[in-house]
């Protein structure tokens, strides 16, 4: 019996240590997986033979949200993003409902909101940064997507003065036009960050693009003119 109990409490102390391996081994990982959101390791000493090693993958997006997720960053990143995308919508638009409206007021907004986008654009690009770093812009396409949209808005906003407008002439306008571009990468953002509001903006961007084509364009107004003029009359 003396040996019996020897081997029993053998056994218990094995069972112990092996635990304790396990449960070591497990920290050391999951500290590793700290710097590797997408990989997930697990090792099973509960088995009667050899430990199981488990090997579970997410997708970078799955583990980058998880890591974030926390972030006291996180609530301003999310705020500018979102306020830049509208401001820029709100700008793009401003003709388009010129065109339907015939209020000229809308139009002097124009420049204001659009520096607003910028101004939102870049906040939103800087807690990014000091969030996750400038190497992480790289690693997801809809990081890139961002932040070619936030590259073609500078060039608009630095040139959004009659000094840029006098000696830019012609091409100021053929400039400003790649305004549309900034929307569809910002539209482009948004898709691939897999957010449910994205058709919102897409539609918005395409009905005043499609608004602002020369032949759509001078139909409307035709069409204003003609329903709105005999109104008018009438009410004068």
Known sequence: MIFGSSFISLGGRHELAQKKLAMGINQHICNTNHNHDNIGFNVDFSGSGLPVISVSETTGREGFAMHHQHSPLERFIHITGESAIQWLIFSLNCTPIFILTGWSSVSRLKKVMGLYAFLFAVLHLAFFLADRGLMV???????????????????????????????LKKNWKILHRAAYAAGAFAVLHLIFLERADWAIYAVLLVTGFVIRIPQVRTAIIDLRHQYLSPARASVG
């Open 137 to 167: 812009l790289f690693d997801e396409f809809n990081f890139i997507m961002g932040l070619i949209a936030v590259a073609i808005m500078l060039p608009l906003a630095i040139t959004s003065n009659k000094w840029s407008m006098k000696k």
